[in-house]
């Protein structure tokens, strides 16, 4: 189920709850876009898409258009210059109904030199729906988000009443799934949820056009401390050494605790022990050992605080078998996840309970190569039914067998059992399947019998 074309005209509001107050941002991430129902509606394109749609109509309002290039797009979205390309080549590319959502104009200065290119989105057509948000929210939130942001805005501007179920059906993913990003989106205050106020106890929505920060109602104490830090004691902070925080046992001139280099008299001189080892005649040498491979050179790992937030939790029940996962593979499950988080639209809670789940099927024997294991078996979706809920055939949430699955595996079945029959034709078959019986005594044989009798009767 979709959500319905309504008759009205989307109306323009702005979000507003008692106890909040929006956040201080720039006054241009206060603009305002008009993105149509075809490009967060349809499912055709993905939600990074979306974003970028939304970003190119923000610029494009300019005098002299988008003139933004391609790396220019990706800092502003925050993403690399790899996803940028791609997102764009996706718009691109004609739609369902045969036209690109985005054009590019190459232009030439009156000098010769090139310029940066001019990107155009199509507009919004006459008596097309579309959902009036700001540029602000398609940079702030995540991919899955700014689409969900896009369905609650043209639903609250149109009056639409709306389920999790029909918000799940058109953002391509499971109900439970549809409900926790609604959790999220009002817990980074782009939205309220008024929970069964609506008719039918259906929940009402209200979009903000800024996300809201709670507001303190109660007026903060006067300072009355006078000196220049907040010290209990009215005055400036100390400059002096507390002698109660130094522990002055381990500052003593002689001891056992040495302060400075000194001439290290003390070290006793070194010993040749090379004579000591006994040398091996070359016949009795076994095979020489290969060398060890090298080890890792490259870049450590480092992961910034929302990365961490999204792959910590995700990687919690394989926390044991990180220690022996070299850090080049280790950035190469990293990448992964944040793919399918930002991306695919996979929550992380669903991936944690797919890396749990399959945890728990593996044995500790075959857990020989643990990075190999989570970038082969583990992190990449598969099914057969092609559900984006589903994971080797069992579903992400609850871990039961999946049903679709089960009629392929079925269909399968039925199709090796009910296969037509061989093909006729001049050559004859290799082998028959009829059997050769004994005119006597019946006795099968596969094998022609000379005469019509085995030769037990013969």
Request: hydrophobic share 35%.
């Amino acid at each position: 189920m979709t959500l319905s074309e309504a008759t009205v005209e989307p109306r323009r509001t702005r979000g507003g709850a008692g106890g909040a107050a929006s956040a201080e941002v720039p006054s241009w991430h206060r603009q305002k876009v008009k993105i149509p129902k075809r490009v967060w509606g349809s499912g055709h394109y993905s939600p990074g898409a979306v974003a970028y749609w939304a970003q190119i109509s923000a610029l494009a309002h300019r005098e002299d258009g988008c003139r933004a290039g391609v790396i220019r797009l990706a800092e502003y979205m925050g993403d690399a210059k790899r996803t940028a390309e791609r997102v764009l080549q996706e718009l691109s590319t004609p739609g369902p109904d045969g036209e690109p959502e985005l054009t590019t104009v190459r232009r030439t200065a009156s000098d010769g030199d090139g310029e940066t290119a001019e990107r155009r989105v199509r507009s919004v057509g006459r008596g097309e729906h579309w959902a009036y948000v700001p540029v602000l929210a398609a940079k702030r939130l995540r991919r899955p988000l700014f689409r969900l942001y896009c369905a609650l805005a043209y639903a609250v501007a149109t009056r639409t009443p709306v389920t999790a179920a029909e918000l799940a059906e058109l953002l391509a993913v499971t109900e439970r799934s549809a409900r926790r990003m609604i959790d999220e989106l009002e817990d980074l205050r782009w939205i309220t949820v008024h929970r069964r106020a609506g008719a039918h106890g259906r929940h009402l929505y209200d979009v903000h056009d800024l996300p809201l920060q709670p507001v303190d109602d109660t007026p903060g104490a006067p300072d009355t401390d006078g000196g220049s830090a907040a010290a209990g004691d009215g005055g400036s902070l100390a400059i002096k050494e507390d002698a109660e925080l130094t522990d002055e046992s381990t500052t003593e001139g002689r001891g056992s605790f040495r302060r400075r280099r000194d001439d290290r008299k003390w070290v006793a001189a070194p010993v040749d022990t090379v004579s000591n080892q006994p040398e091996v005649p070359d016949t009795l040498r076994g095979p020489v050992r290969p060398a060890a491979p090298p080890a890792y050179a490259g870049p450590p790992l480092t992961l910034s605080r929302d990365a961490w937030d999204v792959v910590g939790p995700v990687l919690a029940p394989v926390a044991d078998l990180l220690p022996d996962v070299s850090a080049f593979v280790m950035r190469r499950i990293v990448r992964e996840i944040l793919r399918q988080v930002r991306e695919t639209g996979f929550l992380p809670e669903d991936i944690r309970d797919q890396v749990a789940r399959m945890r728990g099927w593996t044995s500790e024997e075959d857990l020989t190569d643990p990075g190999r294991w989570l970038l082969g078996a583990v992190l990449p979706p598969a099914s057969k039914c092609g559900r984006s809920g589903c994971h080797w055939g069992f579903l992400a949430h609850t871990g039961e067998p999946c049903k679709a699955c089960a009629e392929v595996d079925q269909a399968v079945r039925r199709r090796g059992r009910d296969a037509h029959p061989p093909h006729t034709g001049a050559r004859p078959p290799r082998r028959t399947a009829a059997w050769h019986e004994c005119a006597d005594c019946g006795r099968p044989s596969r094998q022609p019998i000379p005469g019509g009798r085995c030769r037990h009767c013969a």
